[in-house]
């Protein structure tokens, strides 16, 4: 079956010297939540630019449905709905009035039941009669993410939706994407990898203007992880010798093996351990190990996840 995003060796040049976008190519399959993770510059507005319509690559193609989106445009954007970072909207009017004023310049079927529908799913049906000029940026986020929905598209790209929100408004658009990605496809663009890994299955990391790996989150964390930073606290301060007795912690099981390579005092009962080790059980066994020599440790917590030391690396 045809892709709903498929991409193909898509450049984008700005200037003589700006190459936004080096021949990048990418499918998203229905369905799929894809995080589309990469730095600032990284090319990730230029890539949802194109798709959405409102530039055009240097070369290339980018097909949603099978349209091809520059040159048959109306057909290509009739599936998507596009959620920019911090949307703007006249302030004096209402979110009903906002969506009505959208909808109809769109041509949407059914406006008045859809505008409904729509407030529902982003929880301003309380508002819709408030004036949108007092409304927080999370709330401004959720009418941007309820303006995407009207026209009921199969697919939703968001362009670092969170970006310039409190937790709580993180919280709430980050909530309303699980929700819509059980029904819908969705691209996610974000520099923040936190932020990918509590919706999307699937990541493409970009860099520079080229995709640097792409697959689901637990492959590209399988493929990748090597060492992983376990913090324990301790009732008591552990002795040189219990210290020395961790850093030489090392199990061999035949085709894995698990070892600890350093052990930092953070603070007074507090330790840092760099664990080398291919899966979570090298973590479950570190831990019964601890317990089984009778280490004070009140506290076990595996922080930094491989990914963040990946994505770091590639960004560098
Ligand atoms: P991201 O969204 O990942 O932060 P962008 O796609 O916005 O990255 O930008 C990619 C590169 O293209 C950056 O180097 C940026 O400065 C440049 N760029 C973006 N828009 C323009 C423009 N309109 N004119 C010239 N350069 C641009
Ligand atoms: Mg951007």
Redesign the pocket.
Known sequence: MEPVIRINQLTKR??YK?L?LKGISLEVEMGECVGFL?P???????TIKILSGLIRPTSGEAYINGHDVTKNKKKALRSVGCVVETPDFYPYLTPEDTLRYLGKLRGVENLETRIDEVLETVKLGDWKDTRVGSFSKGMKQRLGIGQALLHDPDLIIFDEPTSGLDPIGMAEVRDLINKLKKEKTILL?SHMLPEVQQTADKVALINKGEIMAYDTLESLSRQYFTVKEVIIETLEPLTDSQMAKIEAYRVDNGDSCAEVQSVTKVSDAKYSLLLKGQSESCRADLLKWLVEESMPISSFNPKGLALESIYMEMIK
Do not use: D, H, V
């Open positions: 700005y200037t700006i936004a990469g600032n510059g990284a090319g990730k507005s230029t663009s």
